[in-house]
Structures are given as structure tokens and as C-alpha cells.
């Protein structure tokens, strides 16, 4: 199973911008779907972008479309989401997950893996 390490979380202005990576293990990433979900303070983690394995398919969240990307790099087994246009209410824990299955990949209960999280402050 792959095993997933988020990191480029940190403090940041209202309209600015971040990147964040997520390195995985393994030698069949290119196999896996890639997204990332955020939950804020006492609120349920929630999708915000997706991946597809080999052909690069992408899918957001309506909340963020517009101001973030995600995409990978296979050769370095590595999934990214750009964060443009950056806003207080975009300020939680960020976590990259991985799946098998594209058609599930914005259900919580559906994702193979799970990294340790990464947080984004946003302040105004």
C-alpha cells in the first residue's frame, strides 16, 4: 500500500499563495488516483481536488475551482496543489489521500491512504 508525507503547509495573507507537495512510496503510484481533502477546525474533512492515475483527469470542489490546481509527477512519485487567491475560510489541515478507484475519489470512507496532514492558516 502506498504510503503518503504532505509538506509546504505554513501561515500565509489573505491573497496570497502556497504549494503543497505530497511524496508517495512505492513503485505504483502512476495506479492510484491522487486528491486532496482539507478540515477545517470542528468542522467534517472535505474534498477540494483530484487526480487521475495516468491520464492527469482533474475534478474540484466547487469552493476551491479557480484558484487552486492539483497535479502530479510521476517520475517523482509526487502530487501537488497550488493554492492561488488564498482566503481565511480556506484555513485547515490539508491532507493528500490516494485511491484506486477515480469514481469514489471525493468519499471520505472510498481513499486507500491517508498522509498525516498539513497545516494552512490563512490570515486576514
Known amino acids: 500500500q502506498v504510503q503518503l508525507v504532505e509538506s509546504g503547509g505554513g501561515l500565509v495573507q489573505a491573497g496570497g499563495s502556497l504549494r503543497l507537495s505530497c511524496a508517495a512510496s512505492?513503485?505504483?503510484?502512476?495506479?492510484?488516483?491522487m486528491a486532496w481533502f482539507r478540515q477545517a477546525p470542528g468542522k467534517e474533512r472535505e474534498f477540494a481536488a483530484a487526480?487521475?492515475?495516468?491520464?492527469?483527469?482533474?475534478y474540484y470542489a466547487d469552493s476551491v475551482k479557480g484558484r487552486f490546481t492539483i497535479s502530479r509527477d510521476n517520475a517523482k512519485n509526487t502530487v501537488y496543489l497550488q493554492m492561488n487567491s488564498l482566503k481565511p475560510e480556506d484555513t485547515a489541515v490539508y491532507y493528500c489521500a490516494a485511491s484506486k478507484n477515480y469514481g469514489t475519489i471525493t468519499l471520505v470512507r472510498a481513499l486507500d491512504a491517508w498522509g498525516q496532514g498539513t497545516l494552512v492558516t490563512v490570515s486576514s
Open positions: 512505492g513503485r505504483t503510484f502512476s495506479s492510484y488516483a
Open positions: 487526480i487521475s492515475g495516468s491520464d492527469g483527469v482533474t
